[in-house]
């Protein structure tokens, strides 16, 4: 299955150092490299970066933040995140727009799909940050509707794994991985790779979801070119 226009989601654990933490250059650089890569070849990129490297409201509330300030301060790591990632794909000649879901001029533009559209039908990369602008949801559930809104053929995951497995891979050497799941099996199934609310507006959407490893070189174009990649979750 090729695509023309994808909406990819990137963790922000996968762009820090080894311990997760920060920003590694060298993972924006190959990050950068393959998405340019992609859009030279004729297909429209969207991207959503968590914050997870910088900070995680979720987390920020065990150890005591209010949960709304905790989000907000997400919102605002996934804006680092998305300014570092802009600038390695720039250095490609590509042009990288970053988009906010609130107001932060002069740091990025105000998010509106006519304006995210603009970028991507003149050959650009429109990166959205600060999830949904609201607190309790996830990046994953921005991701899924910023796909919705621009009418992406499939939302990508680009994970450090490659691609939905029964149970955690890392703790059960016998996890059983997925090529093709259902969106009622992931939901029924409860797995983690995606959040619930994420799940149901793809599904609503007719949205796929292909879940893949984004460390391994070259992934990104070899799934873009349509070879079977990591797990697709379609209904």
Do not use: H
Not at 200 to 209: F, G, S
Request: hydrophobic residues 45%; aromatic residues 8%.
């Amino acid at each position: 299955m090729k695509f023309k226009r994808v909406l990819l989601k990137l963790s922000g654990e996968a762009m820090g150092n080894a311990d997760g933490v920060g920003l590694n250059p060298n993972v924006l650089k190959s990050y950068a490299e393959e998405i340019a890569k992609a859009v030279k070849s004729g297909v429209q990129i969207a991207i959503v970066v968590g914050g997870g490297n910088i900070f995680r409201g979720v987390n920020g509330v065990k150890a005591g933040f209010d949960r709304v300030k905790g989000d907000q301060m997400g919102m605002l790591a996934t804006v680092i995140n998305s300014l570092g990632l802009a600038m390695f794909i720039k250095e490609r000649w590509i042009n990288a727009e970053v988009f906010t879901a609130l107001p932060m001029e002069p740091f990025a533009r105000y998010y509106a799909k006519e304006r995210a559209m603009e970028v991507l039908e003149a050959g650009g990369v429109a990166i959205i940050a600060g999830g949904t602008g609201n607190p309790f949801f996830t990046t994953d559930s921005a991701s899924a509707l910023r796909a919705c809104e621009i009418d992406a053929d499939a939302l990508l995951k680009g994970t450090k794994v490659d691609g939905v497995y029964d149970s955690d891979p890392k703790k059960n050497p016998n996890a059983k991985r997925y090529d093709t799941l259902t969106f009622t099996k992931a939901m029924a199934d409860n797995l983690k790779v995606m959040d619930q609310t994420a799940f149901a507006l793809c599904k609503e959407n007719n949205v796929p979801i292909v879940v893949f490893d984004m460390t391994e070189p070259a992934n990104l174009n070899r799934l873009l070119a349509g070879e079977n990649v990591g797990t697709i979750v379609k209904e």
